[in-house]
Nanobody
Framework: QVRLVESGGGLVQAGGSLRLSCEAS????????MGWYRQAPGKQRDLVADITSGSRTNYADSVKGRFTISRDNAKNTVYLQMNSLKPEDTAVYYC???????????????WGQGTQVTVSS
């Protein structure tokens, strides 16, 4: 069981910055990958960025060069630094953790409660 607690959302002007935090209830060494997804009204939940236990990162094309995902293992926390924010970044941002069980060919997904990010023009 993994519990995820998100924080850092809010209202900013276009061009501004926010840093989202996601603290896990377990040592994040035990989590295969953690990431951030976002969902705007009327749209699907899409991957923004993720980071593996080996610190490999992946970003959606729409945020490359603007967002940076990182992890602090001592604090069991993953961050999403968001710079040069645009109105189209407005969404609820969800933290995600994936735990792979190879013998079961199963991946367990855990989700945070979501944090609202609103970018004004």
């Amino acid at each position: 069981q993994v519990r995820l607690v998100e924080s850092g959302g809010g209202l900013v002007q276009a061009g501004g910055s926010l840093r989202l935090s996601c603290e896990a209830s377990v040592n994040i060494f035990s989590i295969n990958a953690m990431g951030w997804y976002r969902q705007a009204p009327g749209k699907q939940r899409d991957l923004v960025a993720d980071i593996t236990s080996g610190s490999r990162t992946n970003y959606a094309d729409s945020v490359k060069g603007r967002f940076t995902i990182s992890r602090d293992n001592a604090k069991n926390t993953v961050y999403l630094q968001m710079n040069s924010l645009k109105p189209e970044d407005t969404a609820v941002y969800y933290c995600n953790a994936k735990v792979l069980v190879p013998t079961m060919t199963t991946t367990y997904n855990y989700w945070g409660q979501g944090t609202q990010v609103t970018v004004s023009s």
